[in-house]
């Protein structure tokens, strides 16, 4: 496709961008106030950590077992249900007095309902986009994600302080609601991919299907590892500034924001492949500043994260090059176990910068897991090069086919 204005002239695309990016808001919203409830409960960077990525732990259970049914459900109805389901998750979420333990099995399970949703969503974007149309699509659910991101977390601190965590809450759960009807009024019915019930069985076929291949697998490395790392540095925000955590979730998308539209729409096809390496050690690199032995002043660490977030921009080429390495037939699962080893990542990157946290300090730990991205991002280095897929002649690899995503 040769503009993004094409993509929103298709009859479902704007409902399924409209009902996506009600959704990122609504887990923007909800994600800060839950680290921010937590964090107030029990004064634990750890368990605060926990709150905001936890559910992406049950991404791996829904990666290794259910990922089938992302091609055996109605996407419509799928999509439908779980918008329901998330925005029941956000009310409950918001019970006062809920202990600590009761949150994060909520928000567990509200991950395991997301490895299958995330799936049959990027699947149907695969449906509805034309031959050559999954990489701008993707770029335009990027950038939106990012602006989303910026006013979602600018929202949810604007809540928090005028109302409370819990009426930030609520605003998720109206926000998860409204997806139900830009689904079911602006989506048409389409059976599933395929017949039958979902099969755990068949979920493992293809799973190690995929991992079989050493590009793959480095590519898969690459786009997992490292930003999960990084991850564990946002998820410190919180704690490292109280007072201004939404001001810094709002610098790293916007430098997402920045980094995938510069990458989707100004960077052509033939220096795609040469800017991988080079924003893959930029998300890391300029977090090293928090190891300074004064807090940065908060212009400068809003600087320092949107910097860093530029480097976002190498997980939309890579996600472009597990598509050229995958057969058409399996690219659904291969996005859907790329999604759910993503967030199962940012979980552990989380996790363990919470974890760090404790003897370190927010500022140390978020300089540690920077140093840890940056080595895994040199290690992985040369298995990329050597993975390198060229592009057809007098075609280009744009890594369209069946319908899915990551």
Do not use: K
Request: hydrophobic share 55%.
């Amino acid at each position: 496709m040769r503009s993004y204005r094409e993509l929103f002239r298709l009859a479902e695309f704007l409902p399924l961008f409209l009902a996506t990016t009600a959704q990122v808001a609504a887990v923007t919203v909800q994600g800060l106030a839950l680290a921010t409830l937590v964090y107030g409960a029990t004064g634990s960077p750890l368990l605060s950590a926990v709150s905001m990525f936890g559910a992406s732990f049950t991404q791996v259970i829904g990666a290794t077992m259910l990922l089938s049914a992302a091609d055996r459900l109605p996407p419509r109805a799928a999509l439908a249900a779980s918008g329901l389901l998330f925005a029941a998750g956000a009310c409950l979420l918001a019970v006062p007095g809920l202990p600590a333990g009761c949150l994060l099995l909520v928000v567990l399970a509200l991950g395991l309902v997301n490895s299958v949703a995330g799936a049959v969503r990027w699947g149907l974007l695969l449906r509805i986009v034309p031959e050559g149309g999954y990489v701008p699509a993707r770029a335009v659910f990027n950038v939106s994600s990012g602006l989303t991101q910026i006013g979602g977390a600018a929202l949810g601190g604007a809540l928090i302080a005028a109302l409370s965590a819990r009426g930030a809450l609520l605003l998720a759960a109206a926000l998860f609601a409204a997806t139900v009807p830009a689904v079911l009024l602006g989506l048409r019915p389409r059976p599933p991919w395929s017949a039958g019930r979902p099969s755990v069985a068949e979920t493992w076929r293809v799973d190690r299907l995929l991992w079989s291949s050493p590009a793959r697998r480095v590519v898969y490395l690459a786009l997992w590892v490292p930003n999960g790392l990084i991850v564990g540095c946002e998820a410190l925000f919180v704690p490292y500034a109280p007072g201004s955590a939404s001001v810094l979730y709002a610098a790293a998308a916007f430098g997402m924001l920045l980094g995938d539209a510069s990458v989707g729409r100004l960077v052509p096809p033939r220096l795609r492949a040469r800017l991988i390496t080079p924003l893959r050690l930029l998300l890391a690199a300029p977090f090293l500043l928090f190891a300074l032995p004064f807090r940065l002043p908060l212009g400068l660490a809003v600087a320092v994260v949107t910097l860093a977030c530029l480097g976002y921009g190498a997980s939309l080429l890579l996600t472009e090059r597990l598509v050229t390495l995958t057969p058409e037939e399996n690219r659904g699962q291969a996005l859907g176990l790329h999604s759910a080893g993503l967030l199962f990542f940012q979980a552990v990157g989380a996790t363990l910068a919470g974890a760090v946290a404790v003897p370190l300090g927010p500022a140390g730990a978020m300089a540690a897991m920077a140093a840890a991205s940056l080595l895994v991002s040199l290690l992985l280095t040369r298995g990329l090069s050597a993975g390198r897929v060229p592009p057809t002649p007098g075609r280009e690899r744009t890594g369209t086919g069946p319908r899915q995503e990551s």
